[in-house]
């Protein structure tokens, strides 16, 4: 049988409605402990609250609860569609912060974890048993050098239109000071699916009309997707996602997050970089065999690793 494209895994089948309000005041809570957790918070020493040091040396204090508040309110009709399509989990992502700056954190987080024997692969469900992982002792985090050289520059686009020339994406900077990305200031506040695994294919449910996202398919496949009515709203993740999410993940559960064993790879389809050869998309992944996490780079188009490769989004809530 012929592999199906991503355009024909997608139903419109309809769910009825869920009457049920957002829980924010239980998620803000488990969110801004998570980050407390992840050591991602400091105390700011101008504004004398929590927050991160962004990459423009500017201070960022984390969203309060009246804060997210009202950006919920102005997006009610946004909220309360996405609910209902299974976003029901809060992500506060510091995009000011300096990626190279997290990925620090990713190195300590996963070495303390490891120390304390208390790391484990990804479950589906908080039922399933735990099984540990091994780390490694010389590399937590291996990164491809091209990467690690454009990391915190002007050179990758974020949450670009279209993977060419005429990406009519953004600098990292200006996504920062854009409220359609940044509700507040430095920070991305967005909704994602509870999903520690995605979908095989064939294997993703249909919520409020919208098909889950399943592996199996290039990132330009997932992102014109993305770019579809039933998905309004939605974007690719970037690397400050995956890292924020992995951090917060492994110190909610002490669990691993997108190991690639599981088929569960990530696509960051919310960057792109054009270099002389190629355009490429950031991906992480947590690699099992070596007992490391892996970030790295891959073509657009890349159709050889979509086997164990998928993606998610985020529904940002703009201002």
């Known amino acids: 049988m ?54 423009d040396r ?8 009246h804060q997210l508040q009202e950006v919920f309110a102005r997006n009610k009709e946004l909220v309360d569609r996405k609910m209902r399509q299974g976003f029901i989990q809060v992500q506060l992502t510091p995009l000011a912060m300096p990626a190279s700056q997290l990925i620090d954190l990713m190195k300590s987080a996963i070495v303390k974890h490891g120390a304390e024997g208390l790391i484990y692969q990804t479950r589906r469900s908080p039922s399933d048993p735990l ?21 915190d520059t002007d050179e990758p686009m974020y ?68 770019q579809t009515q039933t998905y309004e709203g939605e974007t690719g993740k970037t690397l400050e996602d995956f890292i924020t999410e992995f951090l917060a993940h492994l110190e909610e559960t002490n ?5 690639v064993n599981d088929h569960n790879a990530l696509w960051c389809l919310g960057q792109y970089l054009k270099i002389s050869y190629a355009e490429l998309v950031p991906t992480g992944r947590w690699f099992r065999d070596v007992g490391r996490a892996r970030l790295d780079m891959h073509r657009t188009n890349n159709k050889l690793c979509t086997k164990s490769w998928g993606a998610s989004s985020t529904v940002r809530l703009g201002t």
Request: glycine letters at 8%.
């Open 58 to 65: 500017k201070e960022y204090p984390v969203p309060t609860e």
């Open 159 to 226: 949450f670009p239109q279209e993977y060419s020339s005429n990406h009519r994406g953004q600098t990292k900077l200006e996504v920062v000071n854009n409220r359609r990305i940044c509700a507040l200031p430095g920070w991305s506040v967005g909704l994602v699916e509870d999903l520690p695994i995605m979908p095989e294919q064939g294997r993703g449910k249909t919520l409020g009309g919208r098909r889950q996202l399943e592996i199996g398919h290039s990132p330009r496949e997932y992102l014109q997707v993305l």
């Open 255 to 259: 669990e691993v997050s997108n190991d």
């Open 2 to 55: 012929a592999k199906k494209t991503i355009s024909e895994t997608i139903s419109l089948e309809g769910v009825s409605p869920s009457e049920e309000s957002f829980p924010l005041e239980k998620e803000y809570v488990r969110t801004i402990a998570a980050l407390n957790l992840t050591g991602i918070l400091t105390l700011l020493p101008r504004a004398k609250s929590l927050g991160v040091i962004g990459i």
């Open 131 to 151: 099984t540990p992982v091994r780390v490694n002792t010389e590399k937590q985090v291996w990164i491809w050098e091209t990467l690690r050289q454009v990391l």
